[in-house]
């Protein structure tokens, strides 16, 4: 089954720890996205990466860091210095940063206690 | 800077029955809009794009600029169109990154 896959589909972990949420694609995408959901409030960008090696911080980047080592991979880590980190978390990627249909993964519900 | 509103969060109407969800939004320059679907226990997808000028599951969207909205219609919509929507847009030719709405949850009742 091509496409995005988020794992894990729910993952829960004690404040003050750091945890990693996976993002892998198989559309040979250039471009891939970190969104946050809430409720209400829509999706918000939190980083975008262009090209491997490259990426750039979004409108909530803090609290937050990620890596592009390998064009397939896009992990997201939620740090202890993220005040509110319980949320829904979508990956997307298209084509090219300039190709703008967006393509989503099924979502990592972060839960923190 | 540019925003998406979508002033109605929640939206019901009976089977067959017209619908329209609305979006306004702001940017000064020329934008590219989207509406985008999320079928319960689904993903997120793009249902369509103003640039393409199509009906997709028999909804159309035009963009007025007069009015910087974007406003999505069914004349008769169905059970199935029961879901959340999101408007979305991105500065044309500029950065892809999208700018979404807060959604509008859709319910058809039968």
């Known amino acids: 089954d091509g496409g995005i896959t988020q794992s894990p589909k729910y993952l829960f972990r004690k404040e003050g720890q750091n945890v990693t949420l996976s993002c892998e694609q198989n559309?040979?995408?250039?471009?891939m996205y970190w969104y946050r959901q809430d409720p209400g409030q829509g999706l918000r960008l939190i980083y975008y990466s262009q090209i491997v090696n490259d990426f750039q911080k979004g409108d909530i980047a803090e609290g937050y860091s990620v890596s592009r080592e390998k064009k397939e991979s896009f992990p997201l880590t939620v740090t202890s210095a993220q005040k509110n980190p319980t949320a829904f978390y979508l990956c997307?990627?298209?084509?090219?940063?300039?190709?703008?249909?967006?393509?989503f993964g099924q979502g990592t519900r972060l839960t923190v206690v | 800077a540019q925003r998406v509103t979508q002033p109605e969060k929640l939206l019901s109407v009976f089977k067959g029955a017209p619908v329209e969800l609305k979006c306004n939004y702001s940017y000064s320059g020329s934008p590219e809009l989207f509406w985008y679907v999320q079928y319960s226990r689904q993903r997120l997808q793009l249902l369509l794009r103003?640039?393409s000028r199509e009906s997709i599951k028999g909804f159309t969207a035009d963009l007025n600029k007069g009015e910087t909205s974007f406003h999505l219609k069914k004349p008769f919509a169905q059970e199935e169109d029961s879901a959340m929507y999101y408007c979305a847009l991105t500065r044309g030719s500029t950065l892809g990154r999208l700018y979404f709405g807060r959604g509008t949850q859709l319910t058809v009742w039968p």
């Open positions: 103003h640039i």
């Open positions: 997307a990627s298209s084509r090219t940063v300039w190709n703008t249909e967006a393509f």
């Open positions: 559309l040979n995408h250039d471009a």
